[in-house]
């Protein structure tokens, strides 16, 4: 209950200590260098892997605990983690998810107790990619991911634009579009059959050759942690690959986006036993997205600006039994008091979320 998530994409085997003291714990997919490091050297830090399938063998893991998932693929509905893209056959969606249950079939055989992830992109969109078999492949893992990185590429908001599912008028280069991608990860689960759902998050300008492609800020990451948090997500990985040649390593932005990640970072492993419990369905309808959970005596209002929402004064009205009368605003240092069953607060701009506890 202690435990979420919080992984780095494709992390550097000698970077373990690094990642660590940025507040991440797993590996989502690590680079292949078993030559030189064996998987040892990162697991004895206490962080924990999942190993891609196509790179790592059962006897370079070996039983070691602490590697505790299969990376299965990564866009494997787009024709990527050689999943036999062929755009010019009808059959060519059958063909990616037919590969895709070879790769599941293989690590199946292996009975390890591991669990089966998978990470898509377009697919989430519901346009041209895997449109009739995106539920197949997420129904084929036991936790699966989503990465579109709005803040940053003017290809992928164009992508997400075209989306039915997507808010006519809403712009998706916004923290909200990241819980959007959640909310779509989730709409191939069915009732009976839900899983983790995880989100990504880029660093900086996560290798991108758009026209006009930018890099994130710090302010807008932690925003779009918490759009993913608030919309269910089970878990978060960052993209810390990068091409913009004013955020490589130890220069100004990059120990800005750090600092971030450290604070961020702390804030939600603080905030894990509350995450990972049920939410309440509940409707505040105040012009925020919203999470409710209730734990040890408080209810815990995670509150943020959604896709088509204003930034400015919000006010919240309490649900039947919350009789508090003050909210500590957790984290900011500041309370707010309870008025006839109502508090306010304020959010600045587009990316602005904050978390409340108040008493039962």
């Known amino acids: 209950p202690s435990f979420f998530p919080i992984s780095v994409f494709l992390g550097k085997m000698q970077d373990a200590a690094r990642y660590k003291g940025l507040g ?4 989502q997919a690590m680079e292949h260098n078993v030559a030189i490091w064996p998987v040892t050297d990162v697991t004895s830090q206490g962080m924990y892997v999942m190993a891609q399938q196509e790179e790592w063998t059962p006897a370079e893991v070996g ?121 779509q990860m989730r709409s191939f689960m069915g009732p009976s059959a839900l899983k983790p759902a995880w989100g990504f998050v880029e660093t900086a300008r996560p290798l991108l050759g758009d026209a006009g492609a930018r890099t994130i800020t710090p302010a807008q990451i932690e925003g779009a942690v918490w759009s993913m ?38 804030v939600v492993r603080g905030l894990a036993p509350v ?24 209810a815990y209002i995670f509150a943020d600006i959604g896709l088509n929402e204003t930034t400015g004064a919000k006010t919240f009205a309490l649900p039947a039994g919350v009789t508090g009368t003050t909210v500590e605003v957790v984290g900011e240092g500041r309370t707010l008091a309870v008025v006839g069953g109502r508090f306010s607060d304020t959010f600045a701009a587009e990316y602005s979320h904050h978390v409340y506890k108040v008493s039962l």
């Open 24 to 27: 991440i714990n797993t590996y």
């Open 63 to 183: 039983n070691d605990p602490r590697v505790v998932s299969w990376f299965i693929s990564d866009e494997c509905e787009m024709g990527y983690s050689d999943c036999t893209p062929d755009w010019n056959n009808d059959n060519g969606e059958h063909g990616r998810l037919a590969v895709q249950q070879s790769y599941v079939d293989k690590v199946n055989a292996y009975n390890d107790g591991r669990f089966k992830h998978a990470n898509f992109g377009n697919g989430i969109t519901r346009t041209w990619w895997a449109p009739t078999t995106m539920d197949a492949h997420v129904a084929l893992m036991d936790s699966v991911s989503a990465d579109k990185y709005s803040y940053t590429s003017p290809d992928v908001d164009n992508l997400l634009l075209i989306s039915p599912r997507w808010p006519a008028g809403a712009d998706p280069a916004t923290a909200a579009a990241y819980g959007w991608q959640v909310d």
């Open 275 to 298: 995450i990972n419990t049920q939410s309440y369905q509940y409707d505040f309808n105040n012009g925020t997205d919203t999470m409710l959970k209730a734990y040890q005596g408080s």
């Open 229 to 266: 948090i608030i919309h269910e997500a089970r878990g978060i990985s960052y993209f810390m690959h990068n091409n913009d040649p004013a955020c490589y390593e130890h220069t100004a932005c990059e120990q800005a986006m750090e600092a971030k990640l450290t604070a961020l970072n702390g």
